[in-house]
Structure formats: structure tokens, C-alpha cells
């Protein structure tokens, strides 16, 4: 089968499409022929090995897993013989991380795994862009404890992360303000948001304290206009913290009414069933950029490389 695999961190050109032999699956597997992917921020940072601490845990010279790719949709091909879950011809989508190996063909998971049935109103490209910004995003409000009625900001609202926490905090009831630049304005109120902030004219903070919770999805906002902006008692989301603003928003949380929280997103089954309830009842939408093919995977790690992207970039199998 086709994959693109990598032997070394570095640059978008790493990666090499090539044929690597098709999995088997195990008595507790199922077989998935991919249909979609996606080029995460995530997938950016690990095949750069950014931060260094990436090779700790996935490598310390070079990739221990030559095929990224933490998000797939696509059709379950073949199931093992113990396997109850899922069945041939079932069409499911969900996150193959840690393991990664979604760039490619054909993926083996367990049937445990955090994969759950692909809604039948929405494409296979649609469903490979919800898991990451969909669990990071869940993940974090729910750690937040977010409320009906509060004042949430999401700051970066028009990445994946962004795209998906405006609709989950919307469905969880409370009132959104997003911030993104003036292209994305658009996009971010279709999504829901009850405001828009166009962070290239506008300091969000500027206006005092007055969010429950601030989301800072992309490590762009100044740490001190993050914590001027939240009410007494409010919680700030560092979702793509470094250790600088770890231990800021230690000290923060240990000095003062307001909570800092960070740390590495748990992605588990639940939460992709909760993905999936939601774009069932239409209530979250993948925000897609631009589709690439698997040839042309470098090509889209250049443009993820970039920073910019709107939502989400899909890989087309
Ligand atoms: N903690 C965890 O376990 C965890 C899990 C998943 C992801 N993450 C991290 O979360 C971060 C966000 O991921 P992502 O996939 O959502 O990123 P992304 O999609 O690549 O973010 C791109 C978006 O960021 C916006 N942006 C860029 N500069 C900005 C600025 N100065 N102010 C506001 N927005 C700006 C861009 O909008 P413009 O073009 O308008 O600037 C673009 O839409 C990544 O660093 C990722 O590593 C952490």
C-alpha cells in the first residue's frame, strides 16, 4: 500500500510517499481503508521534532513511527475474529493518536480504539477534520468547566483547535466571542460565535475583565492581556502553553482568584462518540482550508507550516 513515511525530523520534504506492506489486523482489530486525513499543527510539530522534548517520547535520533498521521475517516475492510464493535463495510472516523500512521492506505486499530461510526451527513474529508480540534477543544472546556450562560473568548478561533471550541462552547450554552483576523471574521460568526474581535485592529483585552473563560488556542496573546481579560475567579485555557507560561500560570493560580490551566489533551473513545453526536445533530461543523492529495503530503505540511491555516487541512485518499 501507499505511505507517506519519514526517517528523519525536518523540513515538509522528509516525507516520502512509498509502498509499505499492508497490515493484518489482530484478533481484536479492525482493518480501516482510509478515505481521509488531515495535516494537523500536531503532525507539524512531531515531524519537525518541535519542541526538542517531541524525541523523548517519539524518538530520540529519529521518528519511532515513520508513518505520521493522527486522524483518519474512512471504511472498515476487515475486522478479527474477536472483534464485536464493528463490522466490514461500516464507515467510522476517529483519532489514531499516539500511534499515528494515518498517512497511508490502509490503518490496523483496536476495536477499542477511539473510533466510533462516521455520521451519514457528512463526508469522510469532513469527519478526518473534527477529532483533533474537536477532543483538544472538548478537552479543555470541559476541564474548565464551562457553564451555561458564561462569557467564553476563544483566542486563535479560526484555527482547527479555534474552529471547533467556538461551536463546543456554544453547544455547552455559552456566549462567544472569537478572536481572528479580518479575513476570518466570516467563518468564525458562521460558526456561531455571538462576537467576532479582529485581533489585527482590536485588543481583546482592552475592555477589562469580563470572560468566565479565556481559551488561548495558538500561544499567540500576550500571558498578562489573557488574565486581564478574565472576571475574578475566571479560568484561562493555555492550549499550546511552553513551559514559560506553564509556570506563569502556576504562580497565577497560586496568587490570585483566577485559574490557569494547560497540560497535554487525554483523547479517549467518549469523546469521539461526542463528536459524533454533535455533527450528527448538525451542531458542529468541520471547517476545511484546503484538501490535498497523499502525493502531494509535503506540499501540505508546508502550507499547516505557515500558521495560517483556516480550520482544517485534508488529506484525500
Ligand atoms: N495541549 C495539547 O495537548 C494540544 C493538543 C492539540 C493541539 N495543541 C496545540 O494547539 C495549537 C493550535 O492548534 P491548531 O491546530 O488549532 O493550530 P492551527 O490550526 O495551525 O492555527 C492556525 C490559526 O491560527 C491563527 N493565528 C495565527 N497567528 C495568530 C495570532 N497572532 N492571533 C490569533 N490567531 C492567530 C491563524 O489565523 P490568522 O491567519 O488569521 O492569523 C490560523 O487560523 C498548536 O500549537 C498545537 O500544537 C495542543
Redesign the pocket.
Known amino acids: 500500500m501507499n505511505a507517506a513515511v519519514y526517517t528523519a525530523y525536518g523540513s515538509p520534504e522528509v516525507l516520502q510517499v512509498k509502498k509499505i506492506t499492508k497490515p493484518n489486523p489482530k484478533d481484536n482489530e479492525v482493518l480501516v481503508k482510509i478515505r481521509a486525513t488531515a495535516v ?3 503532525d507539524c ?1 512531531l515531524r519537525k521534532a518541535d519542541p526538542f522534548a517531541v524525541r523523548f517520547v517519539f524518538g530520540l535520533f529519529k521518528p519511532g513511527k515513520p508513518v505520521l498521521g493522527g486522524v483518519l475517516s474512512g471504511e472498515i475492510e476487515a475486522v478479527g475474529k474477536n472483534v464485536q464493535k464493528f463490522k466490514a463495510g461500516d464507515q467510522v472516523f476517529g483519532s489514531s493518536y499516539p500511534h499515528f500512521g494515518a498517512y497511508a492506505e490502509y490503518i490496523c486499530m483496536p476495536e477499542t480504539g477511539k473510533l466510533a461510526i462516521k455520521p451519514e451527513n457528512i463526508s469522510h474529508e469532513e469527519a478526518a477534520a473534527l477529532p ?2 474537536g477532543m ?1 477543544a472538548l478537552y479543555f472546556l470541559r476541564k474548565a468547566n464551562i457553564q451555561p450562560g458564561q462569557k467564553v473568548l476563544i ?2 478561533a ?5 474552529t471547533a471550541a467556538v461551536q463546543i462552547a456554544k453547544y455547552f450554552g455559552a456566549e462567544v466571542t472569537g ?3 479580518t ?2 471574521m466570516e467563518m468564525v460568526q458562521s460558526l456561531g460565535a455571538d462576537k467576532v474581535i479582529d ?1 489585527t485592529k482590536t485588543d481583546f483585552s482592552k475592555e477589562g475583565g469580563q470572560y468566565d473563560v479565556v481559551f488561548e ?5 500576550p500571558f498578562s492581556s489573557c488574565v486581564a481579560a478574565l472576571r475574578e475567579n475566571g479560568t484561562l485555557i493555555l ?2 502553553a511552553v513551559l514559560s507560561g506553564m509556570l506563569r500560570g502556576l504562580w497565577t493560580s497560586m496568587t490570585s482568584s483566577k485559574k490557569v490551566i494547560s ?3 487525554t483523547e479517549t473513545v467518549e469523546a469521539v462518540d461526542f463528536l459524533q453526536k454533535m455533527a450528527k445533530e448538525g451542531k458542529l461543523k468541520a471547517a476545511i482550508d484546503k484538501k490535498f492529495t497523499l502525493e502531494q503530503i509535503a506540499g501540505a505540511h508546508e502550507y ?1 507550516d505557515k ?4 480550520g482544517n487541512v485534508v488529506v484525500c485518499l
Do not use: D, I, L
Not at 479560526?158 to 479555534?162: L, M
Not at 500558521?307 to 483556516?310: E, T, V
Open positions: 494537523t499543527s500536531g510539530r483533533f480540534g483538544t483566542y486563535g479560526s484555527g482547527a483547535v479555534g478572536v481572528c483576523s479575513a476570518n485581533y488556542t495558538v500561544n499567540k496573546a492550549g499550546s497540560g497535554v489533551v499547516v500558521g495560517h491555516k483556516k
